[in-house]
């Protein structure tokens, strides 16, 4: 019984070691997206550009849907 449990356990770890990756996360839509590391900076400005420049009034009837 205490080795079943154990095969079980290191079974579940191993499912969540592989579910954590990046690109599996990305594949499977439950993050928003890889930024290519080279891209950081213009991607992080771009983003404060944008929060500068205009206002953020939000949703006027519905609210943010997500997958």
Avoid at 36 to 52: K, Q
């Amino acid at each position: 019984m205490r080795s079943l449990m154990l095969k079980l356990l290191k079974t579940v770890e191993q499912m969540s070691e592989q579910m954590s990756e990046g690109l599996v996360a990305s594949s499977m839509i439950t993050d928003d997206g890889i930024i290519d590391p080279r891209d950081t900076r213009n991607v992080i400005g771009f983003c404060l550009s944008i929060v500068c420049n205009s206002s953020i009034d939000g949703a006027t009837e519905y609210g943010v849907f997500r997958l």
